[in-house]
C-alpha cells in the first residue's frame, strides 16, 4: 500500500504564494507518473500539474489556468513531490490532492489538503 502525506495548504490573500509537499511511503523512482490534481465541490477533479514519467527528466504538464504560476518539482532522494503556488487567485480555491500512479497503474491519492485565496 502506498501513502501519500500532504501538507503546506493554508489561507492566502490574492497574489500570494504557498507550497504545497507530498511525501510518498515509496521511492519515488516506483511510480509511472506523480502529481497534483484540484477538486471544488460540484467539480470534477482536474490536473493541476504533473510529471508524465518517474525518470528524472520526465515531461511535466500543467493546466492552461496555472502555467506561469504554478510549478512542479520532486526530490528523489525525500521521495517528495511538491507545488510552488505563485500569483494565487481566488479561483484557485480548491481541495488538492497528491496523486501517483504504480507501475501496475493503479492511483493512489493522498487525503487532500485546502487552499483558499480570498480577494
Known amino acids: 500500500q502506498v501513502q501519500l502525506v500532504e501538507s503546506g495548504g493554508g489561507s492566502v490573500q490574492a497574489g500570494g504564494s504557498l507550497r504545497l509537499s507530498c511525501a510518498t511511503s515509496?521511492?519515488?523512482?516506483?511510480?509511472?507518473?506523480m502529481g497534483w490534481y484540484r477538486q471544488t465541490p460540484g467539480k470534477q477533479r482536474e490536473l493541476v500539474a504533473a510529471f508524465t514519467s518517474a525518470t528524472s527528466g520526465g515531461r511535466t504538464n500543467y493546466a492552461d489556468s496555472v502555467k506561469g504560476r504554478f510549478t512542479i518539482s520532486r526530490d528523489f532522494n525525500k521521495n517528495t513531490v511538491d507545488l510552488q503556488m505563485n500569483s494565487l487567485i481566488p479561483e484557485d480555491t480548491a481541495i488538492y490532492y497528491c496523486?501517483?500512479?504504480?507501475?501496475?497503474?493503479?492511483?493512489?491519492w493522498g487525503q487532500g489538503t485546502q487552499v483558499t485565496v480570498s480577494s
Open positions: 515509496r521511492r519515488l523512482f516506483s511510480f509511472n507518473a
Open positions: 496523486n501517483v500512479v504504480g507501475m501496475n497503474f493503479v492511483n493512489y
